[in-house]
């Protein structure tokens, strides 16, 4: 049994049901994210790890404990909020120190703890000042800190970065990650933002009304999304209409163009419609001349040409459908730019067929 084993909830509200048989073994020390947009019942999920909410079906079982009925106080779990949720007439040593005066800590005990902490979190300096006299990010780190005060089993973490500004933001879940990793701490972490999710996680669970669209790394959810919805989520994609010609052989047709996958079709029939999708930056653009093997490599037109910095998008299309895709910015080499013809790759791997 693995280190934090949910096993079929179900959370209705009424005649509503908020997560439908929802299942995951999650290892001791895994980093796992909830994503999916608002509404898709991750912080229902969340919440009944905490014990603020009793599933209406299904067992939910730390280190071995089945906790589905135990009371939140008793799970020995920390938590954080969006909200940093700090007592504002405490100083940060003593919102630290809260829940260990609570559990009935001792003094020394405390002390010691409160400052292993403030060290963890590189705020010794501020122990006496109170949330009110500080950033946005350093109440968060305290809030943090609290929940990690009492030693807790899991480490439950609701958008705990969604009220900080974009910099911070990218500071603090590097931190984040850093102090889970240093601790060992198994985390749950939910948030709405996909780069957020991608750059945090272990393991991303995708969620859409109430239910599971895809589990996976990071990598694996990005490049290899099993459904529509996973594929439009999280990144940019290119989605391209078109007709399977030949299952056996990959073939799919967009406009007058045959492109072939090396992704299975066992799904599909022969003349069905369907969706091929690939990423903008799983296209390349060959060089001028290049002998490519001729299988995915299509000559098109230019139609725009943005410029972003690190890389540059440019729009083409197959027949009537739009293509997007990437190529690095390299000041020696000069891009092509509206009107050119091009010849672009489409890798076989990339091309992922969704019915
Ligand atoms: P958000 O990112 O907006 O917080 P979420 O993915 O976390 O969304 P939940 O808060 O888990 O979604 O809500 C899932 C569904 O359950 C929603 O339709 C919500 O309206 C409903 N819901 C959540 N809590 C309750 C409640 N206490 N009573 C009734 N319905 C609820």
């Not at 990959?250 to 369907?274: A, F, H, M």
């Not at 999708?277 to 139609?303: C, F, M």
Request: a neutral charge; hydrophobic letters at 40%.
């Amino acid at each position: 049994m693995a280190f934090l084993e949910i096993s079929n909830i179900q959370k209705r509200f009424g005649s509503q049901t908020a997560v439908h048989d929802f299942s995951i073994s999650i290892e001791k020390g895994e980093f796992i994210t909830f994503l999916g947009p608002s509404g898709c019942g991750k912080t229902t999920i969340l919440r009944m790890l905490a014990g603020f909410e009793a599933p209406s079906v299904g067992s939910i079982v730390f280190d071995g404990k089945d906790v589905t009925h135990v009371p939140t106080a008793k799970r020995n779990v920390g938590m954080v909020f969006q909200s940093y949720a700090l007592f504002p007439n405490m100083t940060v040593a003593e919102n630290i120190g809260f829940g260990l005066k609570v559990a009935n800590v001792g003094k020394d005990e405390t002390e010691a703890r409160v400052r292993e902490m403030l060290k963890l979190i590189k705020l010794d300096a501020l122990a006496e000042r109170y949330p009110w006299q500080m950033s946005g990010g350093q109440q968060q780190r305290v809030a943090l800190a609290r929940a990690l005060a009492n030693r807790p089993k899991v480490l439950l973490l609701d958008e705990p970065l969604s009220a900080l500004d974009a910099k911070i933001r990218i500071s603090l879940r590097e931190e984040i990650r850093e102090l889970q990793r240093e601790l060992h701490i198994t985390t749950v972490f939910v948030t709405h933002d996909q780069e957020e999710a991608l750059s945090i996680s272990d393991r991303i669970v995708v969620l859409n009304e109430g239910r599971v669209e895809q589990t996976g790394t990071p990598s694996a959810i990005y490049n290899f999304p099993r459904t529509r919805f996973v594929a439009s989520f999280i990144g940019t994609l290119n989605q391209l209409s078109g007709e399977v010609v030949d299952t056996a052989k990959g073939e799919i047709r967009v406009g007058t163009q045959v492109l072939v996958t090396s992704n299975p079709l066992d799904d599909l029939k022969n003349g069905q419609k369907c969706t091929l999708a690939i990423r903008p930056e799983a296209i390349t653009l060959d060089a001028p001349g290049a002998v490519t093997n001729g299988k995915n490599t299509v000559q098109t037109v230019v139609d725009d040409v943005s410029f972003l910095g690190s890389i540059v998008r440019m729009r083409t299309h197959l027949g009537a459908e739009v293509v997007s895709m990437d190529v690095f910015n390299d000041p020696n080499q000069k891009l092509p730019v509206r009107g050119d013809t091009v010849s672009l790759s489409f890798a076989f791997e990339n091309l992922l067929v969704l019915a």
